[in-house]
């Protein structure tokens, strides 16, 4: 059993910035942040593995930045320029199976076995 708690959502502007943490019980070999976003499937957000590979949605790539402290089993994740359609909950999820997942099973929510609450991020215009 991992337990993940979030924490760093927020209000803010059209442009600002976020930052999202979670930190695990223990270890994992994978470590991600998904969305729920209304009208949307869950989807991934960005993703780092234990052989320090980090996979981004390609919707995402460039606003975000994901970065991971194995030594306090935290995985953050740094939002930039947000927009209104970025607003939705924030989940961290981990897998701690050590697979070499391709891009596509690595941003995918099945593939995780555990799931913290979420964290809610909303974006004004």
């Known amino acids: 059993q991992v337990r993940l708690v979030e924490s760093g959502g927020g209000s803010v502007q059209t442009g600002g910035s976020l930052r999202l943490s979670c930190t695990a019980s223990?270890?994992?070999?994978?470590m991600a942040w998904f969305r729920k976003v209304p009208g949307k499937e869950r989807e991934g957000v960005a993703v780092?593995?234990?052989?320090?590979?980090?996979v981004y949605a390609d919707s995402l790539k460039g606003r975000v930045t994901v970065s991971r402290e194995n030594a306090k089993n935290t995985l953050s994740l740094q939002m930039n320029d947000l927009k209104p359609e970025d607003t939705g909950m924030y989940y961290c999820?981990?897998?701690?199976?050590?697979?070499?997942?391709?891009?596509?099973?690595?941003?995918?929510?099945?593939?995780?076995?555990?799931w913290g609450q979420g964290t809610q991020v909303t974006v004004s215009s």
């Open positions: 999820a981990v897998d701690p199976g050590v697979y070499r997942w391709t891009t596509i099973q690595a941003l995918s929510a099945k593939n995780y076995a555990y």
């Open positions: 223990r270890y994992t070999y994978y």
């Open positions: 780092s593995s234990g052989d320090g590979r980090t």
